[in-house]
């Protein structure tokens, strides 16, 4: 699913790294986002509204808007539209308003 020839736009891949979405190791390459690495994984809903439970998608992809924010590394509310992959990293779907985890030392 990702675009791999433009008649404009030339592309310039990173390193191919695996992530990990809802436990799940998802594969990208480290200059795109964490929302076109989930859409090229065939992850379409990033998250869901919330009185009526609908699924959300990538909407603006500038980082303006709420649709698709989650939990990155135990941090919520990260807009994965602007959000570069890292090898190793953790994406979580977010319910709510999300919630801040503590490391106990």
Do not use: W
Request: net charge neutral; with cysteine; hydrophobic share 35%.
């Amino acid at each position: 699913m990702r675009i791999t020839e433009h008649p404009v736009l030339d592309f310039r891949r990173g390193e191919k790294v695996t992530f990990f979405y809802n436990g799940k190791a998802v594969e990208g390459y480290e200059s795109e986002t964490v929302a076109a690495a989930l859409h090229a994984a065939g992850v379409r809903a990033l998250s869901h509204s919330h009185e009526l439970g609908r699924p959300r998608g990538i909407f603006c992809a500038i980082g303006n808007c709420s649709s698709c924010f989650m939990t990155v590394d135990g941090e919520p509310n990260v807009r994965v539209c602007v959000t570069k992959v890292r090898g190793g990293m953790r994406v979580e779907e977010q319910q709510g308003r999300g919630v801040i985890q503590y490391e106990e030392n």
